[in-house]
């Protein structure tokens, strides 16, 4: 029998040789299905080591589910801000700050979003109407509607 004793757990024979199996993994809520995998299992631990060749398929498939991950997300933004009509330069200025390509690399999937931007973005795509409100907020430093006194020793800042 094709046995070997385990790495991890030090059982004598534990590790048995297997092949033509199949995996599947998930990022995001993505799946991605790897089969015809061959490699060592432990009986005991349940370690599991695969074999050269199965085991760089394995990660290459993992890193392109990565990869499809943030293009997907870089998708959808790009369809949220289209549908608002912003340049991308536009909703650098309005929405999610930061350098004036920021969003050509979420675009691109070359980097993943800020949560909060995400989170943004998908409250106005279901409600499209609130980025005038998002423009009237986001301008310079108008601070009305804050309800705030900042009171120093010689001076009083007032917003009303
Ligand atoms: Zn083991």
Redesign the pocket.
């Known amino acids: 029998m094709n046995t070997k004793q ?1 790495f ?4 004598r024979e ?2 048995r040789h297997f092949e033509g199996r199949g995996e599947t993994m998930s990022v995001k809520g993505m799946e991605r299905r790897v089969d015809d995998l061959s490699g060592w299992e ?1 009986q ?4 599991v080591i695969l074999d050269p060749g199965c085991s760089e398929r394995y990660s290459d498939a993992c890193d392109e589910l990565v990869i499809a991950g943030r293009q997907m997300i870089g998708n959808e933004m790009k369809r949220i801000r289209r549908k608002l009509h912003l340049s991308q330069k536009e909703a650098v200025l309005l929405l999610s700050g930061g350098g004036h390509n920021a969003f050509s690399r979420y675009e691109r999937g070359e980097l993943l979003p800020p949560k909060a931007l995400m989170v943004l973005m998908r409250l106005l795509d279901r409600y499209p109407h609130l980025l005038a409100d998002a423009r009237t907020l986001g301008e310079g430093a108008d601070l009305r509607g804050f309800k705030d006194t900042v009171h120093k020793e010689h001076e009083t800042l007032t917003v009303s």
């Open positions: 385990c991890s757990c030090g059982a534990g590790m432990c005991g631990c349940g370690e």
